[in-house]
């Protein structure tokens, strides 16, 4: 293509919300035959809302979420957020929203949180935290894990003092188009895939309903780049689509890194073009405009 023509393409890009950075961007954008999508915020609404709660101890519902919401505050995790939400039900109206002091906060990457809350020892996250921590997992809990992973939600235990106290389960909805987009790139002979830091189980629910076929789960952040580029090293050009901090290696190791608008301030720093609008059809608008402008002129 001529750089008038990737100007006019840029332009284009740039005028539909797909901001284009720089020519090679566009250029590489239509060789792609592989996307790896991050799950939580990309390929789902990245808003996680509690649906189902069970307390395996003797707590009341709003001691326990007391407690827990005290530890959850100090996250800036989604799924923190989601039950802080989820714990103010349990305040009283009058009262203002302030939680009990947690002391020695911990966040423990991909597994949950940990503080002192009242003098007690809370823990909150997934079955790895609670198994570092050996913490036993009862059969009821291992149950309505098991339950939540195969409806597409995120089981989370808490435990306190050492002992498993309950369980939470968290949901994110699919965002509306992601089935359609999925299905779209795949009439384009373009393969999807997802990563994500949640468990395998939830993981593979999720993927079934969006239609894609396959999952590189429970992966950290340095993961989702090798996955990137175990992808490459197979031959495929790869774009990565993402909107966290924790996608920001993988969008720089990916041929075209592309960002959610919506995202982080780091993500959108690492990628290689900006979806403005936070639409996911518009990785399907930025990989046409690429394919018009360098696959037909030459
Ligand atoms: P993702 O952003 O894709 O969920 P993360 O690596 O951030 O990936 O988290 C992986 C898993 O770790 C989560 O699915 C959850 O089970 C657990 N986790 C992480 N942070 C928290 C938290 N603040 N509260 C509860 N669980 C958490
Ligand atoms: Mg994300």
Not at 94 to 100: F, G, K, V
Not at 184 to 198: A, E, H, Q, R, Y
Not at 258 to 282: P, Q, R
Request: net charge negative.
């Amino acid at each position: 293509a001529t750089p008038t023509a990737v100007m006019v393409g840029t332009g284009v890009g740039a005028s539909q919300g797909v901001l284009i950075k720089g020519g090679l961007a566009l250029e590489r954008a239509h060789k792609v035959t592989c996307i790896v999508f991050d799950k939580t915020g990309t390929l789902t609404m990245g808003k996680p809302v509690v649906v189902k709660t069970k307390i395996l101890n003797s707590m009341v519902i709003g001691d326990f979420y007391e407690i827990v919401a005290a530890t959850e505050v100090n996250s800036e995790h989604p799924l923190a957020k989601a039950i802080v939400e989820y714990a103010k039900i349990f305040k009283d109206e009058q009262e203002n929203h302030a939680w009990p002091e947690a002391r020695d906060f911990v966040s423990i990457t991909g597994k949950g949180v940990k503080a002192t809350v009242r003098g007690i020892k809370v823990m909150v996250g997934n079955k790895k935290l609670m198994c570092d921590h050996g913490v036993s997992i009862p059969d009821d809990a291992q149950e309505l894990l098991a339950e939540a992973e195969e409806m597409a939600q995120t089981g989370i235990l808490v435990s306190i003092n050492g002992e498993l106290a309950g369980f939470v389960a968290v949901s994110d909805p699919l965002k509306p188009i992601a089935r359609e987009a999925i299905s779209i790139l795949k009439s384009m002979n373009i393969v999807s895939i997802m990563v994500t830091g949640d468990n395998w189980g939830t993981a593979n629910s999720i993927a079934r309903e969006v239609g894609i076929d396959s999952v590189f789960a429970e992966a950290k952040p340095e993961q989702k780049a090798e996955n990137v580029k175990e992808l490459q090293a197979m031959g495929h050009v790869v774009a990565m689509v993402g909107d966290g901090i924790n996608d920001s290696p993988a969008l720089v190791a990916a041929d075209v890194g592309m960002a959610i608008g919506a995202g982080t301030d780091i993500a959108i720093e690492a990628a290689d073009i900006v979806l403005m609008k936070s639409n996911l059809e518009d990785v399907i608008t930025a990989i046409d405009l690429s394919r018009k402008t360098f696959s037909r002129i030459r």
